[in-house]
């Protein structure tokens, strides 16, 4: 199952990453929409988080090796969620930084995703050749 989760975080990592770099605008435009909804923007963004987060801390326990890292990512994504919903007014306040004319600050999150995806990556080959 770890295997599977780690392409499963490879292939988001990928598209999200590659996203955040070349889209940085359009999710920029996503968060201040998410904002304009209020206290509900920010649980919708929490509920994705934990979907990921939840799946990737049920699934990959892995605390050694490169791929020790998608385990620890997953256990602060379900953090970030669970403050989204137990203090929304704290992710909201990081919602409030968002703007277009800052939108270039998703392209360095976007590279540590595609970095997250290659050391994963990595760790597969290397396993694949044991």
Same mark, same amino acid.
């Given at each position: 199952?770890?295997?599977?989760?780690?392409?499963?975080?490879?292939?988001?990592? %990928? !598209?999200?990453?590659?996203? #955040?770099?070349?889209? #940085? +605008?359009?999710?920029?435009?996503? /968060?201040?929409? @998410?904002?304009?909804?209020? @206290?509900?923007?920010?649980?919708? &963004?929490?509920?994705?988080?934990?979907?990921?987060?939840?799946? %990737?801390?049920?699934? #990959? &326990?892995?605390?050694?090796?490169?791929?020790?890292?998608?385990?620890?990512?997953?256990?602060?994504? !379900?953090?970030?969620?669970?403050?989204?919903?137990?203090?929304? +007014?704290?992710?909201? +306040?990081? /919602?409030? +930084?968002?703007?277009?004319?800052?939108?270039?600050?998703?392209?360095?999150?976007?590279?540590?995703?595609?970095?997250?995806?290659? %050391?994963?990556?990595?760790?597969? @080959?290397?396993?694949?050749?044991?």
């Amino acid at each position: 199952m770890e295997r599977t989760i780690e392409i499963f975080a490879i292939i988001q990592f %990928v !598209v999200i990453g590659l996203s #955040h770099i070349v889209q #940085h +605008r359009a999710w920029a435009e996503f /968060f201040i929409r @998410l904002r304009g909804l209020g @206290l509900p923007g920010v649980f919708m &963004n929490g509920f994705l988080g934990l979907s990921f987060g939840s799946l %990737v801390a049920a699934f #990959h &326990n892995v605390w050694s090796g490169p791929a020790m890292v998608l385990t620890i990512f997953g256990w602060l994504i !379900v953090l970030k969620a669970s403050i989204s919903f137990v203090a929304p +007014r704290v992710s909201m +306040r990081a /919602f409030e +930084r968002i703007s277009l004319e800052r939108s270039w600050e998703f392209i360095p999150p976007g590279a540590i995703f595609l970095l997250m995806a290659g %050391v994963l990556g990595f760790a597969q @080959l290397s396993a694949a050749s044991k």
